[in-house]
């Protein structure tokens, strides 16, 4: 066995056990985080564009509302397709964490496990739920 051939069947080995499937589990829930909060900072800064102090300040200070101290050069469709397709991408980044955390819990516990209907479940009441619990 050469040396390419030996290092490729320790890598795959390592991987295979139960710490490297732990270990790319958590990488991958890693990079679907990364990319929600890209999404969740593009559709922040595009709502700011129109939304943030400044731009209320210039409203407010304008003698006759002008449409085009909102949109800038922009149509109103173009910004709306926009922030519906930044909306819709935040969505789905959330709905794919949430996929991959409870894949992940599964693969790690098993489906159904007493910490699948506990301390996870209770995780997901307590982040995911919009109404806050009352004490």
Do not use: C
């Not at 290092?7 to 990364?34: C, K, M, N, P």
């Not at 509302?65 to 909306?87: A, M, N, S, T, Y």
């Not at 995780?123 to 109404?131: E, G, H, N, S």
């Amino acid at each position: 066995m050469s040396l390419i051939d030996e290092i490729q069947q320790r890598e795959y080995e390592l991987w295979s056990s139960a710490g490297g499937r732990v270990a790319f589990g958590i990488d991958a829930l890693s990079a679907t985080h990364r990319l929600l909060q890209r999404n969740a900072a593009e559709l922040s800064d595009e709502l700011a564009s129109i939304t943030g102090p400044r731009k209320m300040e210039e409203w407010q200070s304008a003698r006759k509302f002008d449409i085009k101290q909102v949109w800038g050069d922009r149509e109103p469709e173009e910004f709306h397709e926009e922030v519906v397709r930044l909306i819709h991408n935040f969505l789905a980044s959330v709905k794919t964490l949430v996929d991959h955390t409870r894949n992940l819990v599964r693969d790690l516990w098993g489906k159904d496990s007493d910490f699948e209907r506990g301390a996870y479940a209770e995780a997901v009441k307590r982040y995911l739920t919009l109404i806050p619990p009352t004490s």
